[in-house]
């Protein structure tokens, strides 16, 4: 199946600073990505769709200028924490929809502690 | 009422078993259902998907979908304590953005 990577698989950071995470689709193209946040034992909560080339559309509640969303190509988007504060630890996951098949394929995830 | 509702668990069942695992759904606009397996701290991994109702089969597995109930079902036969995981339904309207509805998941627990 389709592969997709995620860099870096975790990070610890201090709160305040800002945090990047790479959404990779390595053997496919992606016009539209996806971004979720997962708390233990719950669902898949998603925070916006990324579309190559042009701005990302945020869910209700989530904060754009916070969560910056870039999709540069068409196998590359780029989730940034703002001045992340513990609330802000979670795990996030991308996803990336495969324009041949109509698929989502998801990365392995991401998790964020801001301490 | 959340769009999909499922049963977050545990499940546990002895190796061996047959494990059925089941979302009820209340947007009739969905038509492609999908159903995923999560392990711990990991990304979700796509183990089936179907456009239509009825049974889909794939090795071990069979997903099955009833949409005049709302109401899908994925089989594991000879369950492994392998299959040990979070098992996440997802269904979306076709057309569209094609973003999916998700889950909340069920932990399945297969004991030797």
């Known amino acids: 199946g389709a592969v997709v990577s995620q860099h870096p698989s975790r990070v610890i950071c201090k709160s305040g600073t800002s945090v990047k995470i790479e959404c990779r689709s390595l053997?496919?193209?992606?016009?539209?990505m996806f971004w979720y946040r997962q708390f233990p034992k719950q669902s898949l909560m998603l925070m916006a769709t990324?579309?190559?080339?042009?701005?990302?559309?945020?869910e209700q509640g989530v904060e754009k200028d916070k969560f910056l969303i870039n999709h540069a190509s068409l196998t590359l988007s780029t989730l940034t924490v703002t001045s992340a504060h513990p609330e802000d630890s979670s795990f996030y996951i991308c996803?990336?929809?495969?324009?041949?098949?109509?698929?989502?394929?998801f990365g392995p995830g991401t998790r964020l502690t801001v301490l | 009422q959340k769009e999909v509702e499922q049963d977050p668990g545990p499940l546990s069942v002895p190796e061996g078993a047959i494990v059925s695992l089941n979302c009820t759904y209340s947007?009739?606009?969905?038509?492609?259902f999908m159903w995923y397996r999560q392990y711990s701290r990991k990304g979700p991994e796509l183990l089936m998907y179907?456009?239509?109702?009825g049974n889909k089969e794939d090795g071990r597995f069979t997903a099955q979908v009833d949409k005049s109930s709302k109401y899908i079902s994925l089989f594991i036969r000879d369950s492994q304590p392998s299959d040990s995981a979070t098992y996440l339904c997802?269904?979306?309207?076709?057309?569209?953005?094609?973003?999916?509805?998700f889950g909340r998941g069920t932990s399945l627990i297969v004991h030797p």
């Open positions: 996803s990336a929809r495969d324009m041949g098949t109509d698929t989502q394929y």
């Open positions: 053997d496919f193209q992606a016009t539209t």
């Open positions: 990324s579309n190559e080339g042009s701005k990302a559309t945020y």
């Open positions: 947007n009739s606009a969905f038509q492609y």
């Open positions: 179907t456009y239509s109702s």
């Open positions: 997802a269904m979306s309207a076709t057309g569209g953005s094609y973003i999916p509805t």
